[in-house]
């Protein structure tokens, strides 16, 4: 199995300032064990390069605070549904935290190659015969003590300190401190999604997007929403998806590939209920001629059936087009983790 997490040598060491050692918890003020919500990161198109920043491999799962308090342990995605019905053998491991403990976090699938896959995760249902496992990169609470002011290289000092975790699905994710070219050029040859960069030094911001932590593709995918389909076999022939330019919703693709009848009815089953008279896109019918073929013209926008764009679903296409549309799209996976509001070209 091949390591997720080799970047290469390292090419610089943290400063004096950096290594000093991380506050006792008993000076931090009190906190209760909670759900909180977690800190987000930017888009940016260049990696930041510097002493300041530190990097992480961008994984392809779902964001999940981890709670354990005097009422047991809960699993949450960024939305605040819970996971524990889904992940119960995460949720088992996390009993290993001390009690009064929020960490921050992403549950992976990951396939025979040791990488993360999307579409793995999202079979639930075999939890027990699939690795999935939960990579921890920050501590919020610890102890019933509020860890989110200290600096992030304080925090990750405390967590690596207090979770002694026994179970293999739980993690400690990695972090390089590298050239932004050398962590890029490793998940690139790895075949991975990205990378996250964190200034060294940041606080934990709930609910922000600060640009502290921004993130980097390197694979070409992107969350969209889903605003209708065409009928076919097993519930639909294609999904209409786009993403929001402030408060409007805009078409980039129809997506065909990427699905089995299976898939085609889980999906179908989730998306139904949403059905509406209204067509959600501003930019339709489409008015340019694509040499692909799959424009949704006035004729052919009365095939769709439109749906209330509360869906999202990961989407892997091979380029941008200067129409700005999605050339070879493919369908990876439902995100409901996901606020559609906030899904926009960059995210």
């Given at each position: 199995?091949?390591?997720?997490?080799?970047?290469?040598?390292?090419?610089?060491?943290?400063?004096?300032?950096?290594?000093?050692?991380?506050?006792?918890?008993s000076?931090?003020?009190?906190?209760?064990?909670?759900?909180?919500?977690p800190?987000?990161?930017?888009?940016?198109?260049?990696?930041?390069?510097?002493?300041?920043?530190?990097?992480?491999?961008?994984l392809?799962?779902?964001?999940?605070?981890?709670?354990?308090?005097?009422?047991?342990?809960?699993?949450?995605?960024?939305?605040?549904?819970?996971?524990?019905?889904?992940?119960?053998?995460?949720?088992?491991?996390?009993?290993?935290?001390?009690?009064?403990?929020?960490?921050?976090?992403?549950?992976?699938?990951?396939?025979?190659?040791?990488?993360?896959?999307?579409?793995?995760?999202?079979?639930?249902?075999?939890?027990a015969?699939?690795?999935?496992?939960?990579?921890v990169?920050?501590l919020?609470v610890?102890?019933?003590?509020?860890?989110?002011k200290?600096?992030?290289?304080?925090?990750?000092e405390?967590?690596?300190?207090?979770?002694?975790?026994?179970?293999?699905?739980?993690?400690i994710?990695?972090?390089?401190?590298?050239?932004?070219?050398?962590?890029?050029?490793?998940?690139?040859?790895?075949?991975?999604?990205?990378?996250?960069?964190?200034?060294?030094?940041?606080?934990?911001?709930?609910?922000?997007?600060?640009?502290?932590?921004?993130?980097?593709?390197?694979?070409?995918?992107?969350?969209?929403?889903?605003?209708?389909?065409?009928?076919?076999?097993?519930g639909?022939?294609?999904?209409?998806?786009?993403?929001?330019?402030?408060?409007?919703?805009?078409?980039?693709?129809r997506?065909?590939?990427?699905?089995?009848?299976?898939?085609?009815?889980?999906?179908?089953?989730?998306?139904?209920?949403?059905?509406?008279?209204?067509m959600?896109?501003?930019?339709?019918?489409?008015?340019?001629?694509?040499?692909?073929?799959?424009?949704?013209?006035?004729?052919?926008?009365?095939?769709?059936?439109?749906?209330r764009?509360?869906?999202?679903?990961q989407?892997?296409?091979?380029?941008?087009?200067?129409?700005?549309?999605?050339?070879?799209?493919?369908?990876?996976?439902?995100?409901?983790?996901?606020?559609?509001?906030?899904?926009?070209?960059g995210?």
């Amino acid at each position: 199995m091949c390591s997720i997490f080799y970047v290469g040598p390292m090419k610089r060491t943290a400063t004096a300032t950096q290594r000093r050692s991380a506050s006792p918890l008993s000076s931090l003020p009190k906190r209760k064990a909670e759900f909180i919500e977690p800190m987000d990161c930017a888009a940016v198109r260049k990696l930041p390069d510097g002493w300041e920043w530190i990097y992480e491999i961008k994984l392809d799962g779902y964001r999940a605070i981890g709670v354990k308090s005097d009422r047991g342990v809960d699993l949450y995605s960024r939305r605040r549904k819970s996971f524990n019905h889904q992940y119960p053998h995460i949720v088992e491991a996390l009993g290993e935290l001390p009690e009064g403990t929020v960490v921050d976090g992403e549950i992976v699938a990951l396939d025979k190659s040791g990488r993360p896959n999307f579409n793995l995760l999202q079979d639930w249902m075999r939890d027990a015969s699939l690795r999935k496992l939960y990579f921890v990169f920050d501590l919020l609470v610890c102890k019933d003590r509020d860890c989110t002011k200290l600096p992030l290289h304080e925090r990750r000092e405390l967590m690596k300190s207090v979770l002694k975790l026994r179970s293999g699905r739980i993690r400690i994710s990695e972090q390089f401190k590298t050239s932004a070219d050398n962590i890029v050029v490793a998940v690139q040859q790895q075949h991975l999604e990205g990378v996250v960069a964190k200034r060294y030094g940041s606080l934990y911001e709930p609910g922000k997007r600060t640009g502290a932590w921004v993130k980097y593709r390197v694979s070409r995918g992107q969350e969209l929403v889903i605003g209708g389909y065409i009928p076919g076999p097993h519930g639909f022939d294609s999904l209409i998806v786009g993403y929001y330019r402030g408060k409007d919703l805009v078409y980039v693709a129809r997506v065909r590939n990427g699905f089995v009848p299976a898939s085609r009815r889980q999906v179908f089953e989730k998306i139904r209920h949403l059905v509406s008279p209204t067509m959600p896109f501003v930019n339709l019918p489409d008015t340019h001629k694509s040499r692909w073929g799959d424009e949704l013209t006035a004729e052919k926008m009365k095939e769709c059936v439109w749906l209330r764009p509360e869906a999202v679903a990961q989407i892997e296409f091979l380029e941008w087009t200067e129409a700005d549309r999605l050339r070879h799209s493919k369908f990876v996976g439902l995100r409901d983790d996901k606020n559609p509001r906030e899904v926009d070209k960059g995210a």
